[in-house]
């Protein structure tokens, strides 16, 4: 089991900034991939970056050059650094993450925090 405790949503405006936090506890040993996804009203939950245990990672198209990932193993979080935000980008943002099992793939969420970008 993981668990992921998620922190630092909130309201800003548009062209602010704000960083996510998400610290993983548990059986973390073999998490290979952690990321954060964003669901907004009435739309699809999408993923917004991803960060490999070796340290590769991966964007939303929409979210390149704003936002970026990055994780700190020795104290088991993954932050998610984002700027230039804009209203778009109001939604639920949740921190995943995948951990091997055998020949499968386990994925855990955190509980989600808000981000609302005012215009």
């Known amino acids: 089991q993981v668990q992921l405790v998620e922190s630092g949503g909130g309201l800003v405006q548009a062209g602010g900034s704000l960083r996510l936090s998400c610290a993983a506890s548990g059986s973390i040993f073999s998490v290979n991939v952690m990321g954060w996804y964003r669901q907004a009203p009435g739309k699809q939950c999408e993923l917004v970056a991803a960060i490999t245990s070796g340290g590769s990672t991966n964007y939303a198209d929409s979210v390149k050059g704003r936002f970026t990932i990055s994780r700190d193993n020795a104290k088991n979080t993954v932050y998610l650094q984002m700027k230039s935000l804009k209203p778009e980008d109001t939604a639920v943002y949740y921190c995943?993450?995948?951990?091997?099992?055998?020949?499968?793939?386990?994925?855990?969420w955190g509980q989600g925090t808000q981000v609302t970008v005012s215009s």
């Open positions: 995943n993450a995948r951990q091997l099992v055998g020949p499968d793939e386990v994925d855990y």
